[in-house]
């Protein structure tokens, strides 16, 4: 199993927000990950990632020196940051057979979270009904979200034209009453093939 | 018959009566997609034959047509999905989905349901609707963009008068020359053709390659009797006609005179003028007496029958081109209208040529008077058959060419084909109209026409009129639109559905009516069979199937 990259500190039905392990490997935009709770993994695609203080009260200051240096100078820097992402809940494991629609419940608070390996990318991105989902959460960029998410599904196909033709086509099925939104998602996956 | 593979479709609207709409599959090739074609929609029970007659660019959202995809990637994924054709089809026919051998096609009276695949039709689907061919149903063409024969029923072709229409080039002679080959070969009717322009009787002149193209007499013999009026026509180098015809002036009609008024013009005084000559001089006698007087002569006739002596002139010199037609005469020695009745009981058929006197003047005459006759000799005949129960005449064929001569509104109702376009099927009469200017003939008369066959036509009202009558009339004006040289839209009494068919090639006709070869020789040698097993199993006793 992939080395894990964040722990689930707080849940909704249909997203969940994790702390990432480390400062240096934040979870990409647009990824599938996994949260592996009660035995029953959680698949969600980060939607959003950021830095902040642990200190809610406190926020980080501008010291003028490039970030790896101010690191090696004052390594208790590092210590009051913390990076956290949040993902959208596009499906689950049920007992072998991966299901894109929500679980039944959100992983557990504490559950860990894992990048999504190549099989679990393509199985999830078969039928591409994942972005119906996420279309209907509010406040999400969904046109940058949908276009990274399919780059990434049609990178892990090494680069397979049908693939993105079929996405495509989902796409402009799934919001062909919202055609510029659609637009400007196929121009931004056909730009990347 | 599920999974066809060659679906084009499927139904997503409609109505019977304005057709059906159905969405073209994403993988289809609209180029490839033209109307005209026999589709078939395959519903739960039922087959539906439709014809093909639109194909519509359609769009789900309004932005993609202000905003059209940039690129070749862009379009293919918007096409089928916001970017759509949409194809227009008419239910004709429906069948059951296995029909057993009763099952006819009949007129679809309900539509497939939503989302029923289209596919093109097979070869299965339109020998299912047209039938096989054979000797009472030949092949005269096969529908556009396949490769399947597309058969004409004679046996109901001509219980109806029909019509084959189309404007000149459109090979609408040619098609006639093999609708009547094969009426002829099938012994169906006896044809009697008025051949205007030398086409019917030893051969024709191709109009594509310019050479002789064999015509009736060549390929089917002394089955055919050739009529002339002028024999010493360059016509009969190669073959003597049968009988030459000569005309009386008693036989000429004044309705006869009528008719041909714009060629002889007549005016209307004239023609009043006509009627006290043949009052006041008998109606045999009037017409070779007038033409036979000299100036003075006629001053006395102005004075004995007290008309206006300028319109007696111009009557007379009006009625003198009838001179110019060395074949009506005073004395004739015998009787054509007998002797074409001869040949119609001996069971031949009669080609009517005209030579070098084939000008319309001549041509409506001849055509008329002997139709009159012969019309008079069919009714008595018939009523005679029906009276004492022997079997009534062979339905008779009349081929007449520039039919709107003979059938313009103005005469329609008086000449004797008026009356045998309207009534005489009854008296098994009826006629083969081949115009190209159907808009000239009345629209009664059109609208009694059983099988239409339609070439191209370039004139609206040309267009209209040979629709005189038709249901899904939209359909087919825009089929008749579209028909190439050649083509032609079958419609009518003897086909159970409109079809375009690109025609048979003629040197194809030639080998099977002249050799007896592929459907015909088929049916030569299975009647032989069944001879041969007859002889068998009833030795030499005169026992005859069919």
Redesign the interface.
Known sequence: MAERIGEVIQVYTTRFLAQSDDLSTPPHFGSFVRAESQGMPIYGLVYNVYEASIDPNRRAMAYGIEREELFRHQPQIAEFLKVEFEAAIIGFNDIGYIRAYLPPFPPRIHSFVYPCNRQEVLDLTEDLEFIRSINALPGLPIEELAAASIRLAYAERENDRAFLMRAGQEIAQLLKDEYEKARSIIRRISDGG | MAGRSNKIGTIVSGSLLSGLEAKLAEDVNVEGISIGRLIVVDGKDNKFFCLLKDVSLEA??E??LL?P???D??R???A???TFYKLAIQPMLITTQDPTGDDRPRPSTTVPPHFSPVCEATEEDVSLIFGSPGITNPEIGSPIFMDVPVCLNLEKFCKRSNAIFGKSGSGKSVLARMVLGYLVKSDMAITLIFDMHGEYGWSATSEGTGSDDPSLRQLLGSKIAIFTVDPNSPLYMRVRPDYDVQIPYGAIEIADLELAAGELGLTQAGIETMYRLADKWGEEKWLARFLDMDTDELSMAVEELKVNDQALGKLHRCLSRLKRLPFIRKEVADDTVDRIMNEIQAGRHIVFQFGRYNSMLAYILVANILTRRLHKLYVDKTDLARATGIDVPKPLVVTIEEAHKFLDPQVARQTTFGTIAREMRKYNMVLLLIDQRPSGIDDEILSQVGTRIVGELGDERDISAVLTGLPSQGTLKVLINNLEPRQFLLTGFALPMPVVIDAKDYDEFCREISLGSGIIQDEIERRKTMDELAAKVYGDDEIIFD
Do not use: E, L, Q
């Open positions: 789900t959202n932005d993609i905003n995809p940039s690129d990637f862009a293919r994924v918007h089928g999905v916001n």
